[in-house]
């Protein structure tokens, strides 16, 4: 049965709230590369190891508040064996505290038909914000390809266009090792897909062994553009999009490449493949 549009774009996805603190905030830092130079002092405030200095890394709101896999909800419509994520954006509006208690409520923002064995784009947002105060921290959105779901009679645009990286050589590089068990580690930042884990579910995919969490190279370019641009200065860590267009297993080295006018790029050293491509990264504030 094709997916109904109104119902679809209005679906209710239960807002989530959610408490956290210095124990989260430090798995998270350390689970996207945080702490691999143990003597970098500018790293340690993100993995709690300061007592006088703790802050969190600002992609850790992709994961505080995370609805849940809701499109595995029959009441979707979507064929959801056929999903895939396929970008990525966070802005972070106000410094995301060490600890405190957030409601985050995700919503459909748009949905275009590709066309009967085309698939189809569903486009969606994050609002987080402090529990008491209302105050507004951060706003996630993402694309998911409903590779299953085309040919329902649905608007064929208007489609999001992608960043256009210069032609130039990067101004920057920053190269992350991931380690072989980095999947497991991860996998408490609110996503247990066997894909991650179990290397019977990875083979029955088409992977010689568990893939690492889209989320999880999202956040390692995360740690390298606060590096670079920021100088691991979290107060000035704006907003970043891409597009996920690789895979990565767990152990390979991820370089993240970098242009002084936020674009950049994160490729697989060990296979030369580019995991996150037509990357815009911008200081807060920035027009």
């Known amino acids: 049965m094709p997916i109904d549009y109104d119902q679809l774009m209005n679906f209710d996805i239960p807002a989530v709230r959610q408490t956290y603190g210095a124990e989260e905030v430090a798995r998270f830092g350390l689970t996207v590369g945080m702490g691999q130079d143990p003597l970098d002092m500018r790293q340690l405030p993100y993995i709690g190891a300061l007592a006088d200095d703790a802050r969190a890394m ?45 409601v985050a409520k995700t919503r459909v923002t748009g949905l275009v038909d590709k066309g009967a064995g085309r698939g189809a784009l569903l486009y969606y947002e994050k609002r987080i914000c402090e529990a008491e ?5 951060a706003t996630c959105r993402g694309t998911t390809f409903l590779r299953g779901d085309g040919g329902f009679g649905g608007p064929d645009g208007p489609v999001k266009q992608a960043h256009t990286l210069p032609e130039t050589r990067p101004d920057h590089v920053f190269d992350t090792p991931t380690r072989p068990e980095q999947a497991l580690y991860y996998r408490w930042n609110a996503d247990p897909n066997p894909l991650h884990l179990d290397p019977r579910v990875a083979e029955k995919a088409g992977f010689e062994r568990p893939i690492l969490h889209g989320l999880c190279t999202f956040g390692l370019a995360a740690h390298a553009l606060l590096a670079v641009m920021c100088d691991y200065d979290d107060s000035r860590f704006g907003s970043m999009d891409a597009r996920f267009t690789a895979f990565v297993y767990p152990g390979e080295t991820l370089r993240t490449e970098i242009w002084n006018d936020g674009s950049f790029r994160t490729r697989v050293i060990e296979r030369d493949k580019i995991a996150i491509g037509n990357g815009l990264f911008k200081l807060r504030g920035a027009a």
């Open 58 to 102: 600002p992609a850790i709101v992709n994961v505080l508040g995370h609805p849940g896999f809701w499109l595995g909800n029959p009441e979707t419509g979507v064929d959801a064996v056929k999903v895939v994520h396929g970008e990525q954006g966070i802005t972070i509006h106000r410094s995301i505290p060490n600890e405190a208690t957030v």
């Open 133 to 137: 105060s209302g105050v507004h921290l």
